[in-house]
């Protein structure tokens, strides 16, 4: 008389368990674009593209193009594409909220982590995309 084997061996159920338990194995298994933006994930040079909306009696606005560079020490600096960068204020994240103090537009938008090296925030109705790195020439 035969005996049935377990398909899947105690050992690797017992493994499976542990990775879950100790967060091993869902740090793995997430996406991307559902991890949570930190203030080390922000540190560092990125290029922000937007396009304004339309204005009615007006052409169709261009493209607007801005270097950021977030600092670990809290500043931001920012500038057009072509410009040099400039010290504008303090960033900080306070609930999952961006805040930018001297930023013209001022404002706290709730960015959202597309992956490694892009972030999203909508503002003011404009789809706002950010992308890691000074943005090059157009």
Not at 3 to 22: A, G, N, R, Y
Not at 37 to 42: G, H
Not at 56 to 70: C, D, H, R, S, Y
Request: proline residues 10%; aromatic residues 8%.
């Amino acid at each position: 008389e035969k005996t049935m084997q377990p398909i899947i061996k105690p050992s690797v159920i017992i493994l499976f368990i542990c990775l879950l338990s100790s967060g091993e194995f869902r740090a793995q298994s997430e996406p991307v674009g559902e991890a949570e933006i930190t203030p080390e994930y922000l540190h560092g040079d990125w290029c922000q593209r937007y396009t304004p909306p339309p204005e009615e009696g007006f052409p169709a606005p261009e493209e607007e193009v801005l270097n950021l560079t977030f600092r670990p020490d809290g500043k931001f600096l920012i500038g057009r594409l072509g410009s040099p960068l400039k010290e504008i204020g303090q960033w900080s994240l306070v609930e999952g909220k961006l805040r930018m103090t001297g930023n013209p537009v001022g404002g706290r938008p709730t960015p959202v982590r597309v992956s490694e090296d892009e972030f999203r925030f909508r503002f003011m109705g404009i789809d706002v995309h950010v992308h890691r790195g000074h943005c090059k020439g157009n």
